[in-house]
């Protein structure tokens, strides 16, 4: 009997699982390239900031190292050329997402030789890697709107923010990690190889074939009024984008501040917030679907002014241990908030132009909050961090309240259509 109930639970456990990984090889191709995406730039960019404060650069110069992420926030210069030209021998946007990545895998292979090359041409090579991801992930987000029913777009989201953070863990808390150990050529080269490598599944997904799958070009009534409405909507992102930089990213450099060791920081940023940015992104496709967009992007809003005002406490006493609680519970709930925030944009981008649309709500937001993402942290050095994260709370609080408005407002919209 127990021998036949032990067979009976394997074969449900096994059937389910079955179904489980069926319903997520979809998502394979999503989840490679955007783990790309996380590695690629979190190798440039992640652990340079860290390792120079730790070497004395001043905070106002460690924020003009912000600028390396700059052609994300100015995609939308171009995204236009992506919507309208389609290259040779294969689909659409699959033809623009291996154009890109390829230059990209081209670029880290010639900076794997530049060790010792001027810091000017190696910021320039990192610039123009930076535009290519940028490029091929406006490209996949154009791809998404268009060939992924609006219901599945929240585990797309879950697979963007999963393959995102577990690329930061290979491109920062691996390679960044083993740099004195890998080397640069190997270090840079094991990057490019990951490019490389992660380009391969999507080159078997059918686009033809699923093309309009995502719904029917939204219709406006002008021109002005559908701009009128995007701008709405890309200062509210930017806003958002805005205070959430602020209140979250300099956390580290405050840890560092405090005390805590590069190694300890590096860990945190390398590891344990990728990794919770996984766990979060797994879990919050299903929350939303189960509690609604609106309630979960107030609920993670509220545990992020939490842990802000946590850390304001934590550097006013000096207290390193309630420092890396707070900062622990900001990437909690701060990952909490990435699946609905981007499963949003997706719908704002559901229009005639999905690349332009994507490029012009994610990139030109990410660039408005550029000048205050580069100010950040001059603003900590000249004020002290007590007095910054408590200034940031008020800002950050009216800027998620903006952005609760305007989705609440769009899905009341969407319910009240016609069907």
Request: aromatic share 10%; hydrophobic share 60%; charged share 10%.
């Amino acid at each position: 009997m127990l021998q036949a109930l032990s067979r009976s639970a394997v074969g449900y456990i096994g059937v389910h699982l079955a179904a489980s990984l069926s319903g997520m090889r979809p998502l394979a191709p999503f989840f490679c390239l955007y783990m790309t995406f996380g590695a690629t730039l979190g190798f440039l960019s992640g652990g340079a900031p860290l390792i120079l404060r730790v070497r004395g650069l001043e905070l106002a110069e460690v924020g003009l190292l912000q600028l390396i992420n700059l052609p994300v926030g100015l995609t939308f210069l171009w995204a236009a050329a992506l919507d309208r030209i389609r290259l040779p021998y294969l689909d659409h946007r699959i033809g623009w997402i291996v154009a890109a990545q390829s230059m990209t895998v081209l670029l880290l292979g010639i900076l794997s030789f530049g060790e010792q090359w001027p810091l000017a041409a190696l910021l320039l090579l990192a610039v123009a890697a930076c535009a290519c991801v940028a490029t091929m992930d406006i490209a996949l987000e154009a791809l998404v709107v268009e060939t992924v029913p609006a219901e599945r777009r929240a585990f797309v989201a879950s697979a963007k923010l999963c393959g995102a953070s577990l690329g930061g863990i290979l491109g920062v808390g691996v390679l960044v990690g083993s740099y004195d150990w890998l080397g640069w050529r190997v270090a840079v080269l094991a990057c490019a190889a990951l490019d490389a490598l992660c380009l391969l599944p999507i080159l078997a997904y059918p686009e033809a074939r699923l093309r309009g799958v995502g719904g029917a070009p939204e219709r406006w009534s002008g021109s002005f009024a559908r701009l009128r409405a995007l701008a709405t909507r890309i200062l509210v992102l930017g806003a958002y984008f805005a205070a959430a930089y602020l209140l979250s990213g300099p956390n580290t450099l405050a840890l560092l501040d405090l005390g805590v060791s590069l190694a300890q920081v590096g860990f945190l940023t390398g590891t344990v917030l990728p990794a919770v940015n996984l766990v979060m992104a797994l879990v919050a496709g299903g929350l939303a679907a189960r509690f609604g967009t609106v309630r979960l992007i107030a609920s993670g809003a509220f545990g992020v002014l939490v842990s802000g005002g946590l850390m304001a406490a934590a550097c006013a006493a000096g207290a390193i241990e309630l420092a890396v609680a707070a900062t622990i519970l900001n990437f909690v709930c701060g990952g909490i908030l990435g699946v609905p925030v981007f499963n949003m944009i997706y719908r704002w981008a559901q229009g005639p132009r999905p690349a332009t649309d994507y490029a012009l709500l994610f990139g030109a937001a990410f660039f408005a909050a550029m000048p205050l993402r580069v100010a950040a942290p001059a603003l900590a050095g000249w004020v002290g961090w007590p007095s910054y994260f408590g200034a940031t709370l008020p800002f950050y609080a009216a800027a998620v309240a903006w952005l609760v408005i305007a989705v609440d407002r769009t899905l009341r919209a969407d319910e009240g259509r016609p069907r």
